[in-house]
Structures are given as structure tokens and as C-alpha cells.
């Protein structure tokens, strides 16, 4: 869903009995959010958020993306959701991954590819792909390896656990945690930014992003998305996500 107000183009994941997991229609609901924020000059910053107070994202939509069983499947849709990630990434307008509730898998590496990331006190964060045999699939590591420290990229992507906000905000991943009114106070966080010239928020997010508009970025981040669709097809990777359906299930 998106909304318009003040400044804000608000797109918003209303997924919530599927924990705002993605699928293809969210991806293109997704794509049509960030060309509305790049060709509408009244949209000064996107927000991305998740319907319901339970979850941001959940990831890909194990239910439907596991039907996908071959490299080739599982790199056309691993690579579709990275081509809108390196739009979102080098969006030249201000982004911000609102985070009401569990971000896991892929849900971390969506609000990776924004510029900042508010969370709920208490929501769980977390790199878990591994857990599952893969590697992050949208780009999320090569994004993470830009934007944290090195140290604290790599293990949160090893770890494969989830942390809190709380955490997430101490090691630099999250920006500010807001205990109520989320929407609010990220309008008040993005007031600052709302008042000014569309132009020159441009200008200046456009000098920030030119570091991953290069051919050797963009080489790294889909050699990521390639060595998790190799990964996708193993035995491994089928039995973990086997014995994690069948835990969820019980």
C-alpha cells in the first residue's frame, strides 16, 4: 500500500498474517513505490514499513519461494528483489526502513538498502539466512559490509541469530528506537528533512550513492545474489528449510 502525506510517500507491506513476508505481488508493489518517490517531486522521502504492531518483514515468503528448487529458479527471483534493493540503495531521495516489529532474512537486508533504520523498542532483528544454509540473496551482505562496521557486518551474517532493537541501535545497524507512536516520530525525525528543497535533498543523496553506481559495486552485489542461488539448490539448503517448516507447523 501507498500513501502520500506531507512530504512522506509511506509504503507500507500488508502482509501480516504472513508476518509482511515477501512474494512477486509485494516486490512489484515495491517497484511502483520507488518510482513514485523518484519521479514525484512532492515526495521528499520514502518510508517502508509493515502492516500490523507484529512484524516489519519476515524475509521471502518461504511458501511460495521454496516451490523454486534449481540455481537457475531461484536466481531469476533472487535477482528481481536485488534489482529493486539496488534501486532502493541508490533511490536519489531519502529512505527509511520503519521497523514495527520482527525483521528477519530478507526483511534485514530491505531495510539495509535504505539510509536509515528506526526501530520499535524490543523488536527482534536478524541475519538468519545461514540457519537456513543460504547466504543473504537481495545484496543484504554487500550493503551491510558498506554501511557497518566490518567487525560488527560479519557477525551479525555468521551469527545468524536475531538481536534486539536495543542491540541493533549499540552496534550502529538501527538509528533510533521509538517505544510508541513510530509513525510520528519518524515524522518528526523526517521534519528536518521535509522542510527542505526537493532539489537539494536530491543533490545531496545523489553525491552519497555515486560510490554504488559503479560497475564494480554493482559486480559484488550480484555475484552475492549468485552464489546464494548456487547455495539454494543443495541438499543442505533443502532439508533446513524442511525441518523449519515443520517446527513452524507443530
Not at 543533490?203 to 552485489?221: C, P, S
Request: glycine share 6%; hydrophobic share 40%; proline share 1%.
Amino acid at each position: 500500500m501507498i500513501e502520500k502525506q506531507q512530504g512522506i510517500a509511506w509504503f507500507t507491506i500488508c502482509r501480516p498474517t504472513r508476518r509482511n513476508a515477501i512474494d512477486y505481488t509485494v516486490m512489484e508493489e515495491l517497484h511502483e513505490a520507488i518510482e513514485l518517490a523518484e519521479q514525484d517531486d512532492e515526495v521528499k522521502v520514502l518510508v517502508i514499513t509493515g502492516a500490523g504492531e507484529d512484524a516489519f518483514c519476515a524475509g521471502g515468503d518461504l511458501q511460495v519461494f521454496h516451490k523454486l528448487k534449481t540455481k537457475e529458479e531461484a536466481y531469476a527471483m533472487l535477482a528481481k528483489m536485488g534489482n529493486i534493493l539496488y534501486r532502493l540503495l541508490t533511490l536519489p531521495k531519502p529512505t527509511v526502513a520503519l521497523i514495527n516489529g520482527t525483521a528477519v532474512g530478507g526483511g534485514c537486508e530491505l531495510a539495509t538498502a535504505c539510509d536509515f533504520r528506526f526501530a520499535r523498542a524490543g523488536a527482534r532483528l536478524g541475519f538468519v539466512q545461514a540457519n537456513l544454509a543460504i547466504t543473504t540473496g537481495w545484496g543484504g551482505a554487500t550493503m551491510l559490509f558498506e554501511k557497518m562496521a566490518y567487525d560488527k557486518a560479519l557477525h551479525l551474517l555468521l551469527q545468524a541469530q536475531t538481536i534486539t532493537a536495543e542491540e541493533a541501535e549499540r552496534i550502529g545497524f538501527v538509528h533510533r528506537t521509538f517505544h510508541h507512536s513510530l509513525r510520528e516520530q519518524c515524522e518528526k525525525e523526517m521534519s528536518g528533512y521535509t522542510n527542505k528543497s526537493t532539489h537539494v535533498l536530491r543533490a545531496y543523496k545523489e553525491a552519497a550513492i555515486r560510490r554504488w553506481k559503479t560497475e564494480e559495486f554493482r559486480r559484488r552485489f550480484f555475484a552475492e545474489i549468485e552464489q546464494c542461488a548456487h547455495l539454494w539448490e543443495s541438499e543442505e539448503h533443502e532439508q533446513a528449510v524442511q525441518s523449519f517448516l515443520a517446527k513452524r507447523n507443530k
